[in-house]
């Protein structure tokens, strides 16, 4: 975590201005998150019953796809679009809540699952907090944003069909 911190320190400022200690445990947590739900889907192939866990397998995997965009994603920083980046991070924290939901019901009979689902639980929690950061500047007086994107921004729900 120290280094992902003093890599967001040796960077110029962003211009969502979000503060580097969260960047950096939310980085981490998310890259944590793409190991262990990746390992997680590998374990349950290796398991006897594996066809009974296709969907864990599958969201497993779909999480690890969006937990390591949303990283990229994240830790780009310059001209980031709030928006954009309010998106993704919700899209994340639903494929960690998809993968967490099933591998917490798998946790007592596979210590991989167990692992899987802290991992997929903090960065779930963690994309949270860095969308609450966002949405609190978007809401802010002065902010640079349409009336639109504040809607979407503050609630997901609110975003038009299709997009």
Known sequence: MLQTRELFDSLASRADHLDNQTLATTADALSSCEL???????????????????????????CADVASATRRVLTRGTDADPA?????????????EQSHELCVRHAPQHEHCRICSEATNRAASACREVMRSLRAQLAGPGAPVTRAVRSVARDPANCPDGL
């Open 36 to 62: 262990a739900v990746t390992a997680c889907a590998v374990g349950m192939l290796a398991e006897k019953e594996a066809d009974e866990l296709r969907t864990a397998i599958n969201r497993d995997l779909n």
């Open 84 to 96: 954009l980046l309010t998106a993704q991070l919700e899209a994340c924290a639903i494929a960690c």
